[in-house]
């Protein structure tokens, strides 16, 4: 039987993607720091934490025990924060880099001795990765780029290894995810010292930016696809919203100005 492992298992796009591959042919490997609500024939939960490489590497010795070879890594966990640059917490700061950064780096790099010639790394990251950052979204920004400059850049080495890396690049999907960044927007509008009719403006864009949601089972699709693609793209764009599109089209100095425009307007 083929198999997978995949981080994040227990969200939402993780549980769809463990869904579409155990019903058809694939075991999975789960590992996340909570379990999941549901039980998923043909697949087995490890509890994770990806921010421990010991934690990983526990994981890793109890999948090789039961398996020679996997087919495919996919990095689906990530949290999403929003705030201002210079009033989030330095925890905060790190914290984000540490999850939905190093976390990759982690698995990655323990679990590549597993990954079957040809075998798949399977990253999700966002569509704001090329763009330039909204206020106040900069840091959830800042480390979706940084993902795919990791991305890309394995895909470089591990070419020559015989190894493909593929980048599925979504907009908005209904997941838990979308729910925090509602309730971090709220927060932030609350608490912020420095932004207080900035943010509450703010709010209203990435209101109308979230409103047209796919849901996580077209992610889930998505990576079974590429997973038995023989010959797969490295970026999978997915549900990319065309005002974000048109915004960053515009020269920076444009964007800044009407940005600043809605902001501030009365």
Request: overall charge positive; glycine content about 4%.
């Amino acid at each position: 039987m083929k198999a997978i492992v995949l981080s994040g298992f227990s969200g939402g796009m993780g549980l769809e993607t463990a869904k579409k591959f155990a019903s058809n042919g694939y075991f999975v490997y789960g590992l996340d720091i909570k379990a999941p609500k549901e039980i998923i024939e043909n697949s087995k939960y490890i509890n994770t934490n990806l921010c421990d490489l010991e934690s990983i590497k526990k994981a890793f010795d109890v999948i090789k025990s039961e398996v020679n070879e996997i087919d495919a890594i996919i990095s689906m966990a990530g949290i999403y924060d929003l705030n201002s640059l210079i009033e989030m917490k330095e925890e905060d700061f790190i914290r984000i880099f540490d999850i939905n950064v190093f976390s990759i780096y982690r698995l990655n790099k323990i679990f590549l001795p597993l990954l079957k010639k040809k075998g798949k790394i399977i990253t999700v990251s966002s569509e704001l990765a090329p763009l330039d950052p909204l206020p106040f979204t900069g840091l959830y920004g800042i480390t979706k780029s940084t993902i795919e400059k990791y991305a890309y850049s394995l895909r470089m080495e591990l070419q020559l290894l015989d190894y493909q890396v593929v980048v599925i690049r979504p907009g908005a999907v209904s997941t838990t995810l979308l729910d925090v960044s509602t309730s971090k927007l709220d927060k932030f509008t609350q608490e912020t010292e420095l932004y207080g009719y900035n943010a509450e403006r703010f709010k209203k864009i990435v209101d109308n930016v979230e409103s047209k949601k796919i849901p996580p089972s077209k992610i889930a699709n998505l990576a079974y696809k590429i997973a038995n693609k023989k010959k797969p793209k490295y970026i999978y764009k997915i549900n990319r919203n065309p005002l974000l599109i048109l915004l960053n089209i515009l020269p920076h100095r444009f964007q800044n100005w009407i940005i600043k425009k809605i902001l501030l307007s009365k």
